[in-house]
């Protein structure tokens, strides 16, 4: 019953920008923390950005002044703003969230990825 669907990405020419979008259902949206994560072809999967439920942030190196994360929990929605687009930014961006389930069970829930490529 838990899903997060992302949506956003899509080609972009190097310097540009793009927003993606992570919808969540089953879950109370707004009492978890979230975030965003990529991963390249034969790549591991890295964090890119993080959101608390109080809205705190985090951000990877490489990301820092261009990605922005934030998020709606209206709309049960986090959203990941990415400026400046590198070509080193092309990869599959998934969408996270660190559930914290009645009984204290704590487990991640994953998307099923949107493709990101930069390129000219």
């Known amino acids: 019953q838990v899903q997060l669907v992302e949506s956003g990405g899509g080609l972009v020419q190097p310097g540009g920008s793009l927003r993606l979008s992570c919808a969540a259902s089953?879950?109370?949206?707004?009492?978890?923390?979230m975030g965003w994560y990529r991963q390249a072809p034969g790549k591991q999967r890295d964090m890119v950005a993080l959101i608390t439920s109080g809205g705190s942030t985090n951000y990877a190196d490489s990301v820092k002044g261009r990605f922005t994360i934030s998020r709606d929990n209206a709309k049960n929605t986090v959203y990941l703003q990415i400026n400046s687009l590198k070509p080193e930014d092309t990869a599959v961006y998934y969408c996270?969230?660190?559930?914290?389930?009645?009984?204290?069970?704590?487990?991640?829930?994953w998307g099923q990825g949107t493709q990101v490529t930069v390129s000219s």
């Open positions: 089953g879950i109370i949206f707004s009492i978890y923390d």
């Open positions: 996270n969230a660190d559930v914290r389930a009645v009984g204290g069970v704590r487990y991640n829930v």
